[in-house]
Structure formats: C-alpha cells, structure tokens
C-alpha cells in the first residue's frame, strides 16, 4: 500500500524532514551508500566494475563512474589501483 496515495504531500514531507534531519536527500542519501558499499567492493575484491556497479544497485556502470568520479575526483580503475588491498 502507497501512504501517497492516500496523503499526496506525505512524500515531500518526509524528503524535507530527512534533509532537515541530516542535511541530505534521500536520493544523495542512498547514492552515498551505495558508493561506500561500492569502494569497498572495489578495495576488497578483484571483481569487475560492471558487476559492482550492478550488485549496489547503479542503474548502470556508466552511473556508477560518474558518480564515484564526481564523490572522489577519479575512476573506479584508478581508484582501485590507488585502495586495492591484496589478500595474502
């Protein structure tokens, strides 16, 4: 059951009391997590981009660069270059 189909404006209440609440949206909320849940993918595993980007939940691996390029300055590949850790 959809609370908006009952309280049109309970959706942009809630998107305005969460940003009040921890000065983010909800959209750049979720995007944050999913980079952190991406970075350590990427700093822990040998995996591919493409089924990184997929497993947390980017629309596609062209989103998931873009936006690890805007939060960190650089590529998924040249991030892991700079974080991989090796298991030994």
Do not use: H
């Amino acid at each position: 059951m959809c609370l908006n189909r009952f309280c049109p404006s309970a959706k942009s209440f809630a998107q305005r009391k969460i940003r009040a609440l921890l000065g983010q949206s909800p959209r750049a909320l979720l995007i944050e997590y999913r980079l952190d849940r991406a970075v350590a993918l990427l700093r822990e595993t040998d995996r591919m981009v493409a089924a990184i980007a997929e497993e947390c939940g980017f629309s596609s691996a062209s989103n998931f660069c873009r936006q690890l390029a805007k939060r960190f300055g650089q590529t998924p590949g040249d991030w892991k270059k700079r974080n991989f850790k090796e298991k030994y």
